[in-house]
């Protein structure tokens, strides 16, 4: 081969590598790389992570994060979908839940759909708060559910859910994937929450609460307890699920009204089944020790629109 061309195809090969090794530096943030297909799932670490209380410092990150997801977009020829128009808004002095729903024209129940808002009146200067585009919520994949199952609850077609969120028809999604759903409301709203109507489902020493640990946030409160031990609705509802699920083992799921759940898992028997109804105080399981779990003990979560809540904001 001349040498002259061999020259120029190292040339062309070199710049191919730096450019690819660029690509990987730049969103390496975000886990995609430019042989990646897009997929909205990855692009969301920011967003989950304030969705799930891991607030930012500096705002400047997130947009340079927004911005970074809308070049890949322009360079993969890409459409964004509703997921990728989520503002970001830093809690400023003096604001209320009522002036940035105002400011960004959106209502409160869409507010409470984006964000973890227990109390209305303790947002504080600093904290994040997620903006829809649109009227919503974000809502989270839990065990037994899929897009169709989420469709059907909400009354809408699952090809709404798929394509403000880039999910294709036949793509599967994975339990606590975050997914917005466009044109409805929280089945939970704000006023429903002045009120306290669930029960502890044991008696037992609290081992670890809500809140960040080992870098992620614990959804729920462990209850130490011996396995076997009797595991009692914190309310009355319908099971929605009752099984195995990776991670939580064998767990159960109430729907106390919509919009309000509560998860029990780790559990070494299941006594109800899903569709049953059930009373408060009535034994639903017994504790264990199963699927991802360092020993015997209930993991007791609250669900306030699919998002985990702190329990023990709930209990009487």
């Known amino acids: 081969m001349n040498k002259k061309y061999l020259f120029i195809l190292l040339i ?16 390496s943030n975000e886990r995609i790389v430019a042989s990646d297909t897009y997929n909205t799932e990855l692009k969301y670490t920011r967003v989950n992570e304030i969705y799930n209380n891991n607030y930012y410092e500096n705002k400047d990150d997130f947009i340079y994060n927004i911005k970074i997801r809308y070049n890949y977009l322009d360079y993969q020829n890409l459409d964004s979908c509703l997921m990728e128009k989520i503002e970001f808004h830093m809690v400023e002095y003096g604001e209320t839940l009522w002036s940035i729903a105002q400011k960004h024209n959106v209502n409160i129940d869409t507010l409470i759909g984006a964000n973890n808002i ?29 897009i169709e199952s989420i469709a059907e609850n909400f009354n809408i077609d699952s090809s ?22 466009p044109g409805v409301k929280p089945e939970f709203g704000y006023k429903d929450r002045l009120e306290k109507m669930l029960v502890a489902p044991i008696n037992g020493r609290i081992s670890s609460y809500y809140g960040k640990r080992w870098g992620r946030i ?87 629109n699919s998002r985990a809540v702190n329990p023990l904001n709930y209990l009487r």
């Open 12 to 27: 062309i090969i070199l710049v191919n590598v730096i450019f690819l090794n660029f690509n990987n530096i730049i969103f």
């Open 160 to 181: 709404v859910i798929r394509e403000a969120n880039n999910i294709s028809p036949r793509e599967k999604v994975n339990v606590d994937r975050l997914v917005l759903i």
């Open 118 to 146: 227990d109390n209305m009146n303790r947002i504080k200067p600093g904290d994040s708060l997620l903006i829809l585009p649109v009227k919503g919520l974000l809502y989270k994949i839990g065990p037994g559910q899929n």
């Open 218 to 304: 614990h959804e729920g409160v462990d209850y130490a307890v011996n396995t076997g031990t009797s595991i009692r609705a914190a309310g009355a509802g319908r099971v929605v699920y009752s099984g195995w699920s990776n991670g939580y083992g064998y767990t159960v799921i109430i729907e106390h009204r919509k919009g309000l759940r509560t998860l029990y898992a780790h559990n070494s028997k299941l006594l109800v089944h899903s569709g049953e109804w059930v009373e408060r105080n009535e034994i639903i399981s017994k504790s264990g020790n199963t699927g991802n779990s360092t020993g015997p003990h209930l993991h007791f979560e609250v669900r306030i």
